[in-house]
């Protein structure tokens, strides 16, 4: 059974910074491309970064060089750095893993809150 499980949200003041964990298990982390999205209240999930089992690294344009995507296979676990931190930052932060079969799996999210 695969499982993720993201941590690292918080409130955080605008300028701030975090940093959000994903451990995953039940799947070969080494293997997968992870990818981490938000998902801002009344607005549609989106993807923010992802790193593939070779690291290349793809970023969305609008998160203008604040984040910071990086994973440790010894770990089993993905991080996104997060700096200069935004009141539009405030999301729900998911992080997404899909297998070999091609089914998606998803932590639960951990919710970021930026006050200005």
């Known amino acids: 059974q695969v499982h993720l499980v993201e941590s690292g949200g918080g409130l955080v003041q605008a300028g701030g910074s975090l940093r959000l964990s994903c451990t995953a298990s039940g799947i070969t982390f080494s293997t997968r491309t992870i990818g981490w999205y938000r998902q801002a209240p009344g607005k549609q999930r989106e993807v923010v970064a992802t790193i593939s089992s070779d690291g290349t690294i793809n970023y969305v344009d609008s998160i203008e060089g604040r984040f910071t995507i990086s994973r440790d296979n010894a770990k089993n676990t993905a991080y996104l750095q997060i700096s200069s931190l935004k009141p539009e930052d405030t999301a729900v932060y998911y992080c997404?893993?899909?297998?070999?079969?091609?089914?998606?799996?998803w932590g639960q999210g951990t919710q970021v809150t930026v006050s200005s």
């Open positions: 997404k893993v899909r297998s070999g079969a091609g089914t998606n799996y």
